[in-house]
């Protein structure tokens, strides 16, 4: 496949859609080699990931399903039942997360930029290898420092929720390009 294939291959693959195969920890360890290569300014490397299964999973659905009952402006039971649910149906979860450089030598967003970098990386791979992935940015990744320890400087950048499919991959068409280019 070209890269550019798999560049519109490549998509968000809800967890409903996830069948109950488990993903291969060498697969995993793939797409984490992935991520590895995405571009750092200063080489900071800041892309920081941990891969979630079995017992710790399910405790982290818990965690989320309660902190999201703590949080919620509008709680609505049919989400926290969700929440769980999208956990349960998911080989394994990729918490995704960014080591701010201790001399903050780079400005945040950079960090987070070249994070991001390596997540597209890591989606690519999985596209690759058939797999299906979602990155998901609920507000109760602002308290993962309460149920796992991160580092001085480490923030939580959301969930990749990982898993087989079977079928087709929803088609989404971008908006024109030309509409979001200036040629000066
Ligand atoms: C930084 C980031 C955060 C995201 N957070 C969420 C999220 O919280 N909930 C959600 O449904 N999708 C989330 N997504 C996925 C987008 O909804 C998805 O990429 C978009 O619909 C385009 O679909 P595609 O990935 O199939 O191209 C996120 C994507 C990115 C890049």
């Given at each position: ?53 079995g ?42 997360c ?11 967003w ?6 991001a ?68």
């Amino acid at each position: 496949m070209s890269i550019f294939e798999t560049i519109k291959k490549r998509r968000t693959i809800v967890p409903a859609l996830f069948n109950n195969e488990s993903v291969k920890r060498s697969d995993i360890e793939q797409l984490l080699e992935a991520a590895n290569w995405a571009p750092t300014h200063r080489r900071t490397e800041p892309w920081r990931f941990k891969v979630v299964q079995g017992q710790v999973k399910d405790d982290l659905g818990l965690f989320l399903a309660k902190k999201y009952k703590v949080i919620a402006k509008k709680f609505s039971r049919v989400k926290q039942a969700k929440i769980m649910e999208k956990m349960n149906q998911s080989s394994a979860v990729i918490l995704i997360c960014m080591q701010r450089d201790p001399n903050e030598s780079l400005p945040e967003w950079e960090e987070i930029a070249a994070t991001a970098m390596s997540v597209q990386n890591l989606w690519l791979m999985a596209t690759e290898l058939g797999l299906g992935g979602y990155w998901s940015s609920p507000k109760m990744i602002n308290y993962m420092h309460e149920f796992l320890f991160l580092e001085k400087g480490e923030r939580c950048l959301g969930l990749f929720y990982l898993g087989h499919f079977e079928g087709e991959r929803p088609e989404r068409v971008p908006g024109d390009i030309a509409d979001k280019v200036e040629w000066l």
